[in-house]
């Protein structure tokens, strides 16, 4: 999909991707069916801007994804040359109706998802894949969710489609035991794609919103699905409490405001109690990684002021999730609740354990946050040159902004400290 048409086709497209695939994979293989609908959204992407959405989109992409698919079946038999581009179609297309039973309207997306997440692929394959899907993600930005280059996502996502082909999957929900090993692929999948909607890998805006509400919507209807796990629980009330935040997380023109100035007026009270009923039900079912976050985030939203939260108890939580977590983020965020309880000398030793780990080496949050401790330390040089290195690694243009402002702030510390 192209990165630069209008926000209001790239909503519509990313509603309808899934629904026309899941009407494609009822009648086709899974690795054709989603080449063929990733053709019609690229179609529509570039007409769609520039005529106007047709009056039936859902139909329209049906239609040209079934042309694709038939021209591709027409070559690969030598049956004759391939029909004319989508560039080419005629607008009087736009008042296509699929035939009963493909039926674009119903969302199958959960299906779809539980679908993508097959035994036979591997957990990271599955998360790809269902991103490429379900999510919509480009895989550029799929790349850079995983921390691998793009060409390496390109292949794993292409093997990933032939696996299931060669696997013979049917578009169905699996049953209980096949369903149950999947979910925590489904988990993961929609915490990436949370992730990318709260905080855009790359452009203009600091928040994909529809990304964001899409995977708090299918988690919702997982947990309909699942109504006793305890990690579904605790992602949904993850996603919730963090999305409480967003209306505060922007200025008038975009720019990012960190947690310890954004206006706690602003956050979403509604969100923020459903939230903390279902860390409640997610940590008496078990402490998981995502109800373990989850209950770090309530301390943060439950928090009258910047002044009131509890950071021993947020540190204790990360002491525990890093027990059942061995993630690299996750002990980044932790040196932020060690120097709040210990000092930030105390989180900059940390870093320098964990700037050894390969996963997260180069990453930009991590010379953001050692730039952040020392500040706090008063390092201002050294800040001022890691705030900077932060922000030459992102593509996020906000993020960037504010990180090179905290590198002029640490700058002008330094000078009037000298002077």
């Known amino acids: 999909m192209t990165e630069h048409r209008a926000p209001t086709v790239e909503h519509l497209l990313r509603e309808l991707a899934p629904r026309v695939l899941s009407v494609m994979a009822r009648r086709h293989d899974f690795e054709t069916a989603e080449d063929a609908v990733q053709e019609a959204l690229i179609a529509a992407a570039t007409q769609w801007p520039r005529d106007g959405v047709p009056g039936n989109p859902a139909g329209w992409l049906h239609h040209v994804a079934v042309r694709r698919l038939t021209d591709h079946v027409r070559s690969e038999m030598s049956r004759r040359q391939r029909e004319d581009t989508v560039a080419g179609e005629v607008w009087a297309e736009w008042a296509f109706v699929p035939p009963p039973d493909a039926d674009v309207r119903v969302d199958d997306s959960l299906t779809l998802l539980f679908m993508c997440c097959h035994p036979t692929l591997t957990p990271a394959s599955a998360i790809a894949l269902t991103l490429r899907a379900v999510g919509g993600l480009t895989t550029v930005e799929i790349a850079r969710a995983f921390l691998v280059p793009e060409a390496t996502m390109a292949q794993r996502i292409s093997r990933a489609k032939q696996a299931i082909r060669a696997a013979g999957a049917t ?158 983020m996750v002990k980044l965020n932790r040196a932020v609740a060690v120097a709040m309880v210990h000092g930030p000398i105390e989180a900059l030793g940390q870093l320098d354990r964990l700037e050894q780990d390969p996963r997260i080496t180069g990453h930009y949050r991590l010379d953001a946050v050692r730039a952040h401790l020392l500040q706090l330390s008063a390092q201002f040089d050294q800040a001022e040159k890691r705030y900077r290195a932060a922000a030459e690694r992102t593509a996020n243009l906000p993020e960037r902004d504010y990180l090179l402002m905290k590198a002029a702030a640490a700058a002008r510390l330094l000078e009037q400290r000298e002077h």
């Open 171 to 328: 578009f169905s929900m699996p049953a209980d035991m096949e369903r149950d090993s999947r979910v925590g692929s489904v988990l993961h999948v929609l915490y990436l794609i949370f992730n990318e909607g709260y905080v855009s890998s790359e452009g203009a805006q600091l928040h994909r919103v529809d990304l964001a509400l899409e995977a708090i919507r299918l988690v919702r209807a997982t947990r309909a699905l699942l109504p006793r796990d305890g990690e579904v629980a605790g992602l949904l009330a993850l996603m919730l409490l963090t999305e409480a935040r967003r209306a505060a997380r922007t200025g008038v023109n975009g720019e990012l405001i960190p947690l310890d100035e954004q206006d706690r007026s602003l956050w979403d009270r509604a969100l923020i109690a459903e939230g903390s009923v279902l860390v409640e039900e997610a940590l008496q079912a078990g402490a998981g990684p995502y109800a373990l976050q989850s209950a770090i985030a309530a301390l943060h939203d439950e928090a009258a002021s910047v002044g009131e939260t509890d950071w021993p108890q947020i540190l204790a939580l990360y002491d525990v999730l890093g027990e059942v977590s061995d993630n690299p």
